[in-house]
């Protein structure tokens, strides 16, 4: 990103429900991903650009081309492991990484490659780092996701979801982590995912182009700002970026505490077998999208409007039966629907924060 201006993340105009998914990414990587379904000229890419800018900085093993975390041996690659098991390491910060996959993508080069050839002359393992090593600890973006082959798609996922790269060629095999926020973006006119890919991003999002007419005058106004001086620009938005980006360091460091009850695990999977979805995975999702929006509010304990926003990123392209056009869910569809549950389970009494429900719902609802 260096020599290159980014839009601030704070200065998009409208588009709430994507910019919610990518910042519970930002603050939860283990959601698994955002997909942005949506025509074009709808700011997806500003908008993955504009949050990694907005990351906090990252601290990193100083000579690793992976960018191991200093904090977390058991996760470093294999080069880490030889070069420091004696634990001696010299850490430096860095940006969080930005990579741009292109669609014509091939498995080697996101994957990397072994030589074996030297490995079998020399007795050297020489890895030839692909895009998951640049992505390690940062946002890996893939614009026209649909285009991409299926099996690529299939790796990206993997990765996503474990959190590590293994390639091994003739008994030969090089690990690293590869840990990194997954947003795909895609125009639906030019073709689709298959139903087993899209279940397997976490959250997905239906945008269109904004009809408030003062929103679409702000979006130009914001726009040609930008372009006729981008420095000061962003100097404008520097102190909303700063909260922002304050907020998502303290919601990651606060999220390992936050709590859950039975209550609320009987809530999400009365809502998803209520709602026909297929699978565990959506339960997981909110489950962990639940959490993401305690920290990000620096509660230590989530309520019923956590999970119905979280829902609402999580399920529509997995209720079944209806084109995913049609298959959009909103909150207060959302909350009368948990509500009914809750009650069929002889659960609908308030929980044990629902001192906290109507404020923290008020202050949710404003984003």
């Not at 500003?46 to 000579?63: G, K």
């Not at 200093?70 to 990484?97: F, M, V």
């Not at 741009?100 to 393992?125: F, M, N, Y």
């Not at 999208?289 to 392209?317: F, N």
């Amino acid at each position: 990103m260096a020599g290159r201006a980014v839009f601030p993340f704070t200065a998009i105009v409208g588009q709430e429900r994507m910019k919610r998914a990518l910042v519970l990414n930002a603050v939860s990587p283990q959601i698994g991903g955002v997909l942005i379904r949506g025509e074009r000229g709808t700011a997806k890419s500003t908008a993955a650009r504009a949050l990694a800018a907005l990351l906090p900085d990252i601290e990193v093993v100083a000579d690793c081309r992976f960018g191991c975390a200093p904090s977390r041996p058991n996760e470093w690659c294999d080069e880490c492991r030889a070069r420091h098991s004696d634990g001696k390491l010299e850490i430096i910060k860095r940006r969080t990484p930005f990579v741009d996959l292109p669609v014509s993508a091939t498995e080697d080069r996101v994957v990397g490659t072994l030589d074996i050839e030297k490995a079998i002359q020399k007795g050297e393992k020489h890895f030839e780092a692909g895009v998951l090593a640049s992505a390690n600890r940062g946002l890996l973006y893939v614009d026209e996701v649909n285009l991409l082959d299926d099996h690529v798609v299939d790796l990206l996922l993997d990765s996503a979801a474990m959190g590590v790269n293994v390639v091994e060629r003739e008994g030969i095999s090089f690990t690293h982590p590869a840990k990194f926020i997954l947003v795909g973006t895609m125009n639906p006119e030019e073709g689709d995912l298959r139903p087993q890919l899209l279940d397997r991003f976490a959250f997905s999002v239906h945008i269109t182009g904004l009809e408030d007419a003062q929103q679409r005058v702000q979006i130009m106004e914001r726009r040609i700002a930008f372009e006729m001086d981008p420095d000061g620009f962003r100097e404008q938005w520097a102190e909303q970026e700063k909260k922002l980006s304050d907020q998502i360091y303290n919601a990651r460091r606060l999220l390992n505490k936050v709590r859950y009850t039975r209550r609320d695990l009987m809530s999400i999977a009365g809502l998803t077998s209520s709602m026909n979805v297929d699978g565990h995975r959506a339960d997981l999702v909110i489950l962990r999208g639940a959490q993401a929006l305690a920290a990000l509010d620096s509660r230590e304990q989530i309520i019923d409007q956590d999970i119905v926003l979280a829902a609402e990123l999580a399920l529509p392209h997995r209720i079944k039966g209806r084109p995913f056009q049609d298959t959009a869910v909103n909150a207060y569809e959302l909350e009368e629907q948990l509500h009914d549950v809750q009650q069929e389970m002889g659960a609908a009494e308030p929980s044990e924060n629902a001192e906290q429900s109507e404020d923290a719902a008020a202050e949710k609802k404003k984003r």
